[in-house]
């Protein structure tokens, strides 16, 4: 045994002997976040990210010519036609005349194996600019491979570099703008081949433009505020708006109000999954919009997503009234965001800032409460009675604390369960705990038989829970997942 130990100590079989060919292939069989982690394995590893160093001399004055960005493009067409089957990093610097012996680095660029470029620009803070995308297609060879393109803090400099780029992506499919701080507005014109279209925390911008997209399919921003215009789009099905609290100035230094976004929400009449914010819902209804005068209902709609930080109740409310024009929802998803507790706490106090502000702040024009749209009593509105969630088959609560937000839940499954008549499926899961519960209506009748069965004591990962509703005319009846593959039946 000992001589098999010192044998293999001598001649070891690690990691780090693995050919560079073989590592090349194993790292391309994975998606670029998990083959970006294998650099901490070994040295081996860490080499497969070593990064290809290209600088060029030019003058800053001419980053922005169309001569350097010719030349930044032919850099980055060859760079995408080296090592087809492996992911590989650039990094593109400029040295001035009067700094020859200083790089500065312009971008870094990765290349992912599914046809992927991801490139990140690099600068002091931006200057304040507008972005026009056209997508045309032309006989450009040059980046006609690119099927995913991901750009992330374009500065004012890419002037040049990027409308050449963007000329040669004739089978472009996924387009990603993130974190574009001097961004204000952009402009998209797109061939036949996009189809999704994703802008990211652009923190200063004021409007985004969809001009044209034959075939787009997916749309998501996520940020503050801003004027969205979807033109042509006939094709669009999946859009997410995670609109955050806070309202930038429109150029004309003036606020939006919600005659700026009802063009968009008509725009979306004819998708079949949206996302929404819940901030973004409780604003329409502060602004004194009431869902049920619009002219129009999102008929095709099919999954809805609720997602906030938080629920108070006129968000509560304002998704009510939401749910009122979508007749033909099947899968509703409301779900908490959990904050990531190693971010900055200031991040968290402005998000608690922000929900208090909504929370307090005298609504007059909230015209329409949670139970004037859901009550069916004679008092209530006549014309929020006359609808149904007649195809809601599923709903999914993410991320509530059981304990802490028994009443706000119980409210929610007890009005959804008024105007649901053929719903399945009802789910309620906290993920920080691993818990997960199916859930069912039980009328005060059958309690007495699930006497034994039940107990509103107890941990809720070793029993089931009852909770009343809100009129105590029946309990809704939480079971364990991990205890019972199989979800119950409303009664």
């Known amino acids: 045994m000992k001589a098999t130990m010192t044998e293999n100590k001598e001649n070891p079989s690690s990691i780090n002997n693995i050919p560079f060919e073989i590592l090349y292939q194993i790292v391309s069989l994975i998606p670029l976040k998990e083959a970006a982690r294998t650099i901490i394995l070994s040295s081996s590893w860490k080499h497969l990210w070593t990064p290809v160093q290209v600088s060029l001399n030019i003058d800053f004055d001419q980053i922005k010519t169309q001569e350097s960005g010719q030349q930044m493009n032919q850099i980055i067409s060859s760079f995408l036609n080296t090592y087809e089957t492996s992911y590989q990093i650039l990094n593109l610097s400029f040295l001035t005349p009067k700094t ?15 046809k992927e470029l991801h490139i990140c620009f690099n600068g002091e803070t931006p200057q304040v600019f507008g972005l026009t995308i056209e997508l045309p297609l032309l006989e450009n060879d040059h980046f006609c491979s690119l099927k995913t393109l991901h750009l992330r803090s374009i500065t004012s400099l890419a002037g040049s570099f990027l409308p050449a780029l963007f000329s040669g992506c004739r089978n472009l499919e996924t387009l990603t703008l993130e974190k574009c701080c001097g961004m204000q507005d952009v402009d998209l014109k797109a061939h036949e081949f996009l189809q999704n279209f994703v802008v990211l925390d652009c923190e200063n911008m004021t409007s985004v433009t ?7 399919q997916s749309f998501c921003y996520r940020g503050c505020l801003v004027k969205i215009e979807l033109k042509d789009v006939p094709k669009l099905c999946d859009v997410t708006l995670n609109i955050e609290g806070t309202t930038p100035l429109r150029n004309d230094d003036s606020e939006f109000n919600s005659e700026d976004l009802l063009p968009l929400l008509a725009s979306l009449k004819d998708v079949e999954v949206l996302t929404l914010s819940g901030w973004l819902l409780q604003w329409f209804c502060t602004s004194g919009v009431i869902f049920d005068d619009f002219e129009f209902k999102f008929d095709k709609l099919k999954k809805l997503s609720w997602i906030d930080c938080c629920m108070n109740k006129q968000k509560r409310d304002s998704l009510a009234g939401f749910l009122s024009i979508t007749p033909s929802l099947e899968n509703l998803f409301i779900k908490f965001l959990i904050i990531n507790l190693t971010e900055s706490k200031l991040n968290f106090w402005l998000l608690k800032q922000i929900d ?17 749209v859901w009550n069916n009593d004679a008092g209530a509105a006549a014309r929020s009675n006359d609808w149904q969630l007649k195809h809601l088959k599923t709903v999914e609560f993410w991320g509530f604390k059981i304990e802490e937000e028994k009443r706000l839940l119980v409210s929610l499954m007890d009005d959804l369960l008024k105007k649901a008549i053929a719903i399945k499926k009802m789910s309620v899961t906290e993920p920080e705990n691993k818990l997960s519960w199916c859930v069912a209506k039980v009328p005060r009748s059958h309690l007495k038989k699930m006497a034994k069965a039940s107990t509103t004591t107890g941990h809720p990962s070793k029993s089931s829970l009852l909770l009343s509703s809100m009129d105590n005319d029946c309990c809704f009846r939480l079971t364990p997942i991990h205890e019972n593959g199989k979800l119950s039946r409303f009664l």
Do not use: M
């Open 100 to 114: 020859v012996s200083k790089e500065t680095l312009f971008f870094k660029a990765i290349k992912g194996v599914d």
């Open 210 to 216: 969809i001009s044209s997209a034959s075939n787009l």
């Open 356 to 372: 208090e502000k909504w929370s307090t702040k005298p609504c007059p024009q909230f015209h329409q409460s949670w139970r004037q």
